[in-house]
């Protein structure tokens, strides 16, 4: 059966979450369109996508997605039609996710940045000065970017593919054994491939990722992610269009419409929140808050809890005020729930029971990994075997 096409967001699911945002691509041209290029190592290849400046540019992305995941309340936050990403070569962006109904925007520019959901006429808008900007850097290499995950901002970074693609890069480099394997056309652009695979010392279930990385502006263009005893990819995103070239400044500027119910927060108190409150857990119902990775590399498992009200999530995907339970993931927050079976109970249909040192819980194994939700709402997720989750959580 052919794969379903959709754009993502890497959002609304701890599974998702927890495979390190693992997003992806294009289907890769025949290897008769493979373009003929100069020779690169490596290690030169992987330097120099990963100091590259991004020129402005106009890009259309689309993915193909065969996770498996489980039919549960945030899962659906994967079902997307296209993603449109505009830089302007410095530091603005702008991406625009397509949803069957509705339609996700994040704009980011020198002094702010905007998380826009149309479905709920909701907005998350983050502002910040030079002093701002940098106590804010610096509390996010502390907290692994949790901050950016709750403002939304982390779904936007993982429907881009060339974001997506670099971090993926910086992260797994360390633990992987890296390969150029040849050449290939994405986008009607020419590019190297990008082979990464896991030492041997790495627990995963993934065998390689694949990164298109374009000749002239080394800009990631598409990965590929591929799950051992598979040969097609389970996880792939990419450009199908990319157009290099200067954008309008208008698009990375952004006003809510009317009505709108926005939220401002300002970097410079979120980072003094948390120096405030470091190594404590976050608040309940707060996307990104009190999240930690176990491990790194390829076998990091990310632990957390999951919000009470969201273990009561009914599954017809609304709470007791109507609103969708796809977009939690992306703008936080939870609404009561009053259905007749919540999302605990429905794990304990799908899963399997497990236990720990931390208790009991329920497992749900899908096509690159496996999430476990304990009797008490915390969770592991990643991209490993099930004793790996269980070890993680033995450790909390």
Do not use: C
């Not at 530091?91 to 149309?118: G, H, I, M």
């Not at 390689?208 to 598979?230: C, H, K, M, S, W």
Request: hydrophobic share 40%; no cysteine; aromatic share 6%.
């Amino acid at each position: 059966m052919r794969p379903r096409t959709k754009a993502l967001v890497a959002a609304g699911s701890g599974i998702a979450v927890g495979l390190g945002g693992l997003a992806f691509t294009a289907l890769p041209a025949g290897a008769d369109d493979d373009p003929v290029l100069p020779t690169i190592d490596a290690e030169q290849l992987v330097t120099s996508a990963l100091e590259a400046t991004p020129p402005a540019f106009d890009g259309v992305a689309e993915v193909s997605n065969e996770l498996g995941l489980p039919a549960v309340p945030g899962a659906d936050a994967l079902d997307f039609d296209s993603v449109r990403v505009f830089h302007d070569g410095a530091q603005a962006a702008r991406v625009q996710v397509e949803r069957p109904t509705s339609e996700l925007t994040f704009v980011k520019n020198t002094d702010e940045a905007w998380a826009y959901d149309s479905q709920e006429n909701r907005a998350r808008h983050l502002t910040w000065d030079d002093a701002d900007l940098a106590a804010a850097r610096a509390q996010a290499e502390k907290q692994a970017g949790k901050h950016a995950a709750a403002q939304g901002h982390a779904e936007a970074r993982m429907a881009d593919p060339s974001q997506a693609a670099t971090e993926i890069i910086e992260h797994l480099r360390p633990t992987s054994d890296i390969v150029v394997d040849g050449t290939a056309r994405v986008a009607d652009r020419a590019a190297y491939e990008l082979v990464l695979t896991p030492k041997p010392s790495e627990k995963t279930l993934l065998r390689e990722i694949t990164v298109a990385i374009d000749e002239q502006t080394r800009v990631p263009l598409r990965f590929d992610v591929y799950a051992n005893g598979r040969s097609e990819p389970v996880l792939s995103l990419g450009f199908t269009e990319f157009e290099v070239g200067a954008q309008d400044a208008g698009l990375f500027e952004f006003t809510p419409p009317a009505g709108a119910k926005v939220e401002t927060t300002d970097a410079g108190d979120v980072a003094k929140a948390h120096g405030e409150h470091a190594g404590q857990a976050g608040e309940p119902g707060s996307p990104g808050e009190g999240l930690m990775t176990v491990g790194d590399g390829w076998d990091a498992v990310l632990v957390g809890k999951v919000p009470a009200d969201a273990l009561g999530r009914d599954l017809a995907g609304t709470g007791s005020d109507g609103g969708a339970a796809g977009s939690e993931g992306f703008l936080g927050g939870a609404d009561s729930a009053g259905g007749e079976q919540d999302v605990a109970g429905l794990l304990a249909q799908i899963g399997q029971p497990v236990s720990g040192d931390f208790g009991s819980g329920s497992y749900v194994r899908i096509a690159v990994g496996g999430a476990i939700v304990t009797d008490d709402g915390q969770f592991a997720a990643g991209a490993v075997p099930r004793q790996v989750l269980v070890d993680a959580l033995d450790q909390q």
